[in-house]
């Protein structure tokens, strides 16, 4: 069984840096063919993949948030974390850490419970 959990402040003043974690257990984040991604919702809307690094550190983003997104990894915490610059309050949202995995049993998902952050002076 697999647990993500994100961690990270709830409210973070426009223009700065957000920056959350999510720290993974019962599978590390170097396991062949899985991939570690972070998506929001914003209130009132659907979810937006933001961007995800892969087994390998791969990395790849959203083209609309890429100028701004960055996402990194230590493994030696089994952690990754996004890393979104000159936030706005359109960047409030709740922000959620998703693993996708290719086992012998086939695709399979696990999601974190989700933070909210608010964008606000």
């Known amino acids: 069984q697999v647990q993500l959990q994100e961690s990270g402040p709830g409210l973070v003043k426009p223009s700065q840096t957000l920056s959350l974690t999510c720290t993974a257990s019962?599978?590390?984040?170097?396991?062949?063919?899985?991939?570690w991604s972070w998506i929001r919702q914003p209130p009132g809307k659907g979810l937006e993949w933001m961007g995800g690094?892969?087994?390998?550190?791969?990395?790849s983003y959203s083209p609309s948030l890429k100028s701004r997104t960055t996402i990194t990894r230590d493994t030696s915490k089994n952690q990754f974390s996004l890393h979104l610059s000159s936030v706005t309050p359109e960047d409030t949202a709740v922000f959620y850490c998703?693993?996708?995995?290719?086992?012998?049993?086939?695709?399979?998902?696990?999601w974190g419970q989700g933070t909210q952050v608010t964008v606000s002076s």
């Open positions: 998703n693993a996708h995995m290719l086992t012998t049993d086939g695709v399979r998902d696990y």
């Open positions: 019962g599978r590390s984040i170097t396991t062949s063919y899985h991939a």
């Open positions: 690094i892969d087994y390998d550190g791969s990395t």
